[in-house]
T-cell receptor, first 111, second 114 residues
Framework: AQRVTQPEKLLSVFKGAPVELKCNYS??????LFWYVQYSRQRLQLLLR??SRESIKGFTADLNKGETSFHLKKPFAQEEDSAMYYC?????????????FGSGTQLTVLP | EAGVAQSPRYKIIEKRQSVAFWCNPI?????LYWYQQILGQGPKLLIQ????????DSQLPKDRFSAERLKGVDSTLKIQPAKLEDSAVYLC????????????FGEGSRLTVL
């Protein structure tokens, strides 16, 4: 069965420092990976997906199939990046795809 | 564009009582999901609908949970009877189709079972 692991429940960095949120997955097929974010008092929303290889709000994530990882990175963290971040894996399930979430990492960017 | 609407936002019940949650997805979204998020954990899929048909309910505790999506729009998730371990946030999400990882979430319904 598929599994997503986010080893850090809490992560604190200072403003302007680089940040990396770790995500590892286990899945025998071809994975599709996503990062979702939940800011304080807001709903869960998509941040970025590996297929598009885009940078959103300065964040990037590269899929490393050899290490089965999809770490989220930003070179210079900002206070507004403080939020809960979830890594998610989409796998084929019958006629549809099922999205499995990790347990999340709470990022705090200190002034 | 209106987002996914859920109600009630908060509900407190005693164990063995029943509760129902309602969800209205984004207009035009054919796929609807119910997730359960227990404190400290990530969302866990309970059931996925494509229009008014069930695509995946493998993780739905069917002895006490039920869900329906009549007419392929609104959906209701019911728990009867509730247990203490059902205390969680119940998230509804919708997407254009069943093969996308881009889900749009509601604000959630927080259930406390005493």
């Amino acid at each position: 069965a598929q599994r997503v692991t986010q080893p850090e429940k809490l992560l604190s960095v200072f403003k302007g420092a680089p940040v990396e949120l770790k995500c590892n997955y286990s899945y025998s097929g071809s994975p599709e990976l996503f990062w979702y974010v939940q800011y304080s008092r807001q709903r869960l929303q998509l941040l970025l997906r590996h297929i598009s290889r885009e940078s959103i709000k300065g964040f990037t994530a590269d899929l490393n199939k050899g290490e089965t990882s999809f770490h989220l990175k930003k070179p210079f963290a900002q206070e507004e990046d403080s939020a809960m971040y979830y890594c998610a894996l989409s796998v084929s399930s019958g006629s549809a795809r099922q999205l499995t979430f990790g347990s999340g990492t709470q990022l705090t960017v200190l002034p | 564009e209106a987002g996914v609407a859920q109600s009630p936002r908060y509900k407190i019940i005693e164990k063995r009582q029943s509760v129902a949650f309602w969800c209205n997805p984004i207009s035009g979204h054919a796929t609807l999901y119910w997730y359960q998020q227990i404190l400290g954990q990530g969302p866990k899929l309970l059931i996925q609908f494509q229009n008014n048909g069930v695509v995946d309910d493998s993780q739905l505790p069917k002895d006490r949970f039920s869900a329906e999506r009549l007419k392929g729009v609104d959906s209701t998730l019911k728990i009867q009877p509730a247990k203490l371990e059902d205390s969680a946030v119940y998230l509804c999400a919708s997407s254009l189709g069943p093969n996308t990882g881009e889900l749009f979430f509601g604000e959630g319904s927080r259930l406390t079972v005493l």
